[in-house]
């Protein structure tokens, strides 16, 4: 699917549980993706991110199981990649990690914070270790990773947004430092 080049928005559920939609071409001029936009297109591969993207609400890329990086317009004000995954422009922000990767082993440098449903559904990823920059993970983060064996949390460590680890089913420990307030 090419969107061209004019269209501004995107709406809620537009392209969701489209499975066999395999690639996506945003055209410059979309600003905005609407809530579960690309919801359960498990077959989407290839999704570019065009310069003028400035808003993706929240579960556009859930259930996205064949997607497994992003690629962003360098001149795209708002978004970055960092080993496939999508972050803030300043990095400071995970956003989303496609739920195709198969691990995730590195955060970038800057990273802060993890965002609402940033790994949501990521089934294939087995261990995390969350790195000393980041102070906040938000709700529903790690959420239905079933795979999730094992996760280190830092000292620095601040909030655990709620139902964080909610459907890890194959999560066996995770020790909460001294640091984190409920």
């Known amino acids: 699917v090419v969107i061209q080049d004019g269209v501004e928005t995107i709406g809620n559920g537009a392209f969701s549980n489209c499975e066999g939609l395999v690639s996506v071409t945003l055209g410059n001029g979309v600003q905005s993706l609407g809530e579960d936009v690309f919801s359960g297109c498990s077959k989407l591969e290839k999704l570019s991110l065009p310069t003028s993207l400035v808003e993706i609400a929240k579960g556009v890329f859930i259930g996205c199981s064949s997607l497994s990086e992003f690629e962003v317009a360098e001149d795209n004000t708002a978004f970055s990649v960092f080993d496939g995954a999508l972050y803030s422009k300043d990095l400071a922000v995970l956003l989303v990690v496609p739920n195709g990767k198969k691990e995730f082993k590195q955060f970038h440098e800057n990273v802060i914070e993890i965002a609402n449903d940033a790994f949501y559904g990521c089934i294939e990823i087995e261990d995390i270790t969350i790195p000393d920059s980041v102070l906040a993970i938000g709700d529903f983060a790690f959420k239905n990773c079933?795979?999730?064996?094992?996760?280190?949390?830092?000292?620095?460590?601040?909030?655990?947004?709620?139902?964080?680890?909610?459907?890890?089913?194959?999560?066996?420990?995770?020790?909460?430092?001294?640091?984190?307030?409920?």
Do not use: M
């Open 146 to 182: 079933r795979s999730l064996k094992s996760v280190t949390l830092n000292g620095g460590l601040t909030s655990i947004g709620s139902d964080a680890f909610s459907g890890c089913s194959g999560l066996t420990k995770v020790a909460i430092p001294e640091s984190v307030w409920f």
